[in-house]
């Protein structure tokens, strides 16, 4: 009794942590296992067979081969996008600063899955950008970007997806530098580029590596932006193809493991890079002072990021355009107009089932995730529990694996039992939105409980409230604006999860948005009522994320970093 006594560990929190354990050991760590049994038995025996026949298969190294390089290029460009962002943004007083921030921002908020269904008509053989460039003279004839330079197409799309999340990474690592450094350099000699390559970037480096590996991980795992471009040679749309087979062919099982390898390795050494210990010993020091511009160079920084605004929203203006297009061939926009396709999506079979299916879906999840993820947080803030470390590394998990490997490893891992998606996919894709977007609500609840001092509660604890009022009167105020942040985060992006719903929702009755999105976008005239429905959910989205900043009494830029 002793040992409970030091541990914090009363029956109910004994009760809470035991339903923590089961829940992570079946729906994280029992999936997993299956998978990596189907890569490593075969026969009932420890075997290296089917990983033996992916790397002597010249067909199997394309792919990977593919998918690295898809990687590094979206890594590359949003780290050539966000360095600069990140400065202008820190260390430049200019006029709507405040605006562009929360722009710069807002690409985070839709997968670039549903980008592309825009970007095929605006940068097709005879779309927009073609035609414009030849009408001007300079092109003599269309760049085909969807067929020989697919490639660079979707980079572009994955990379105007993820720079945001480098540039939060890089904009708060520049923010807490001390310039003390930066001056002592130049009080030696130094001029302001050395500073800057000697000085400043190599602080940054954490920062950048950490995000780095962040957007790398999430390109290669990208399943919906290949198959819509009809990209087949990645390894992700490999795996959705194996699904159909996967007990014939185990060789999609050492696919997933080679995917989710390489994924936790990347996500590893994201975590261990320093980033997170430099910004704390350095906070508190004296930033940069702002930069003020003269009317013309002002003039000339807002003429340049409006034109970065412009080809960042390049794809989300594509999907406009298209879901108010009657008709649209051979023309830079649209030649005429209609309002007939937002209609029918609340008549549409399809648009209309899958609406309802990944609202209910998403709502289930999110509160799954906010009561979890509230709990989980308390006890690893408040409390002294066992293998604490454990707890939180298995709250971290589905960060560092990618959907799609949770995804595969659902599909076999309970196929012939109660949840087996074949027969309703909707307690699945609950769990799976519910552990795929866990993290965010248990970061949003550990910032707020770090945030908030514990001797306000033991204040309250010492006069006399009982627990059960010293938690709703101190506790839950405290902590409710993250809450609120990690609630609404976690219902958009669970609304517009890609592979979980894809590979798990099988018949159109059960499709989530995301696939029928897909659904429709293979279908001759499906594009523009797919689109309507994509503007739909954009606006619902943003307005969600503007009530909930307002809630929590919060920018878009401090509402994305709380959560």
Same mark, same amino acid.
């Given at each position: 009794?002793?040992?409970?006594?030091?541990?914090?560990?009363?029956?109910?929190?004994?009760?809470?942590?035991?339903?923590?354990?089961?829940?992570?050991?079946?729906?994280?760590?029992?999936?997993?296992?299956?998978?990596?049994?189907?890569?490593?038995?075969?026969?009932?025996?420890?075997?290296?067979?089917?990983?033996?026949?992916?790397?002597?298969?010249?067909?199997?190294?394309?792919?990977?081969?593919?998918?690295?390089?898809?990687?590094?290029?979206?890594?590359?460009?949003?780290?050539?996008?966000?360095?600069?962002?990140?400065?202008?943004?820190?260390?430049?007083?200019?006029?709507?600063?405040?605006?562009?921030?929360?722009?710069?921002?807002?690409?985070?908020?839709?997968?670039?899955?549903?980008?592309?269904?825009?970007?095929?008509?605006?940068?097709?053989?005879?779309?927009?950008?073609?035609?414009?460039?030849?009408?001007?003279?300079?092109?003599?004839?269309?760049?085909?970007?969807?067929?020989?330079?697919?490639?660079?197409?979707?980079?572009?799309?994955?990379?105007?997806?993820?720079?945001?999340?480098?540039?939060?990474?890089?904009?708060?690592?520049?923010?807490?530098?001390?310039?003390?450094?930066?001056?002592?350099?130049?009080?030696?000699?130094?001029?302001?580029?050395?500073?800057?390559?000697?000085?400043?970037?190599?602080?940054?480096?954490?920062?950048?590596?950490?995000?780095?590996?962040?957007?790398?991980?999430?390109?290669?795992?990208?399943?919906?932006?290949?198959?819509?471009?009809?990209?087949?040679?990645?390894?992700?749309?490999?795996?959705?193809?194996?699904?159909?087979?996967?007990?014939?062919?185990?060789?999609?099982?050492?696919?997933?493991?080679?995917?989710?390898?390489?994924?936790?390795?990347?996500?590893?050494?994201?975590?261990?890079?320093?980033?997170?210990?430099?910004?704390?010993?350095?906070? &508190?020091?004296?930033? !940069?002072?702002? @930069?003020?511009?003269? +009317?013309?160079?002002?003039?000339? %920084? $807002? #003429? =340049? *990021?409006?034109?970065?605004?412009?080809?960042?929203?390049?794809?989300?203006?594509?999907?406009?355009?298209?879901?108010?297009?009657?008709?649209?061939?051979?023309?830079?926009?649209?030649?005429?107009?209609?309002?007939?396709?937002?209609?029918?999506?609340?008549?549409?079979?399809?648009?209309?089932?899958?609406?309802?299916?990944?609202?209910?879906?998403?709502?289930?999840?999110?509160?799954?995730?906010?009561?979890? &993820?509230?709990?989980? !947080?308390?006890? @690893?803030?408040?409390? +002294?529990?066992?293998?604490?470390? %454990? $707890? #939180? =590394? *298995?709250?971290?998990?589905?960060?560092?694996?990618?959907?799609?490997?949770?995804?595969?490893?659902?599909?076999?891992?309970?196929?012939?039992?109660?949840?087996?998606?074949?027969?309703?996919?909707?307690?699945?894709?609950?769990?799976?939105?519910?552990?795929?977007?866990?993290?965010?609500?248990?970061?949003?609840?550990?910032?707020?409980?770090?945030?908030?001092?514990?001797?306000?509660?033991?204040?309250?604890? &010492?006069?006399?409230?009982?627990?059960?009022?010293?938690?709703? +009167?101190?506790?839950?105020?405290?902590?409710?604006?993250? *809450?609120?942040?990690?609630?609404?985060?976690?219902?958009?992006?669970?609304?517009?999860?890609?592979?979980?719903?894809?590979?798990?929702?099988?018949?159109?009755?059960?499709?989530?948005?995301?696939?029928?999105?897909?659904?429709?976008?293979?279908?001759?005239?499906?594009?523009?009522?797919?689109?309507?429905?994509?503007?739909?959910?954009?606006?619902?989205?943003?307005?969600?994320?503007?009530?909930?900043?307002?809630?929590?009494?919060?920018?878009?830029?401090?509402?994305?970093?709380?959560?």
């Amino acid at each position: 009794m002793t040992l409970l006594r030091r541990l914090d560990l009363t029956f109910r929190r004994s009760l809470v942590l035991l339903i923590f354990v089961v829940f992570f050991a079946l729906f994280l760590v029992y999936p997993l296992l299956y998978t990596l049994s189907g890569a490593f038995v075969v026969g009932g025996h420890f075997s290296l067979t089917y990983f033996g026949l992916m790397l002597g298969s010249s067909r199997q190294w394309q792919l990977i081969l593919n998918s690295i390089n898809l990687a590094f290029g979206a890594t590359l460009l949003s780290a050539l996008i966000a360095l600069p962002l990140a400065f202008v943004m820190v260390r430049i007083e200019f006029f709507a600063k405040r605006l562009i921030g929360v722009l710069l921002l807002f690409p985070l908020l839709l997968p670039p899955f549903v980008g592309a269904l825009g970007f095929k008509q605006i940068a097709g053989r005879f779309g927009t950008i073609n035609l414009l460039l030849m009408q001007t003279g300079i092109l003599n004839e269309p760049v085909d970007i969807l067929g020989n330079a697919r490639f660079f197409g979707i980079v572009l799309l994955q990379a105007l997806h993820f720079f945001p999340i480098m540039y939060l990474s890089l904009a708060a690592a520049l923010g807490n530098l001390d310039f003390a450094l930066e001056e002592a350099a130049w009080s030696v000699g130094a001029s302001r580029l050395q500073a800057m390559r000697r000085i400043v970037l190599p602080l940054l480096f954490p920062a950048l590596f950490s995000s780095a590996a962040l957007v790398f991980v999430g390109s290669f795992t990208d399943l919906g932006t290949p198959l819509l471009f009809d990209y087949r040679d990645v390894l992700p749309v490999q795996i959705f193809n194996m699904l159909s087979d996967m007990n014939q062919n185990p060789l999609g099982y050492s696919l997933v493991v080679f995917v989710a390898v390489l994924s936790l390795a990347f996500f590893s050494a994201s975590q261990s890079s320093g980033a997170g210990r430099y910004e704390r010993s350095v906070r &508190g020091q004296r930033p !940069a002072p702002p @930069l003020y511009l003269g +009317r013309t160079s002002e003039v000339a %920084l $807002l #003429g =340049a *990021l409006t034109l970065f605004l412009c080809l960042a929203f390049l794809p989300h203006a594509g999907v406009v355009l298209l879901a108010f297009s009657e008709r649209w061939s051979m023309s830079i926009l649209p030649q005429s107009w209609t309002l007939s396709h937002f209609g029918e999506v609340f008549y549409h079979p399809l648009t209309l089932v899958s609406i309802r299916n990944s609202v209910g879906l998403s709502l289930v999840s999110t509160l799954l995730n906010l009561m979890g &993820g509230f709990t989980l !947080a308390y006890l @690893l803030c408040r409390t +002294r529990v066992p293998a604490k470390w %454990l $707890l #939180g =590394a *298995l709250c971290v998990l589905p960060l560092a694996i990618p959907g799609i490997v949770f995804a595969f490893g659902y599909v076999g891992a309970f196929a012939g039992t109660l949840l087996d998606n074949r027969l309703n996919p909707f307690p699945l894709l609950i769990v799976a939105y519910a552990v795929r977007k866990l993290p965010y609500m248990v970061r949003a609840a550990t910032n707020g409980f770090e945030q908030a001092s514990v001797t306000l509660e033991e204040a309250a604890a &010492g006069v006399g409230a009982p627990p059960a009022k010293v938690f709703r +009167r101190v506790t839950l105020p405290l902590v409710a604006s993250h *809450l609120i942040a990690g609630s609404v985060l976690c219902f958009a992006f669970a609304m517009l999860e890609v592979s979980d719903s894809i590979i798990l929702a099988m018949e159109d009755k059960f499709s989530p948005i995301a696939k029928a999105l897909y659904t429709l976008s293979l279908r001759p005239d499906g594009a523009p009522l797919a689109c309507a429905l994509s503007v739909i959910v954009m606006l619902v989205l943003l307005l969600l994320v503007w009530i909930g900043g307002k809630l929590a009494n919060r920018d878009l830029g401090e509402f994305f970093r709380g959560a």
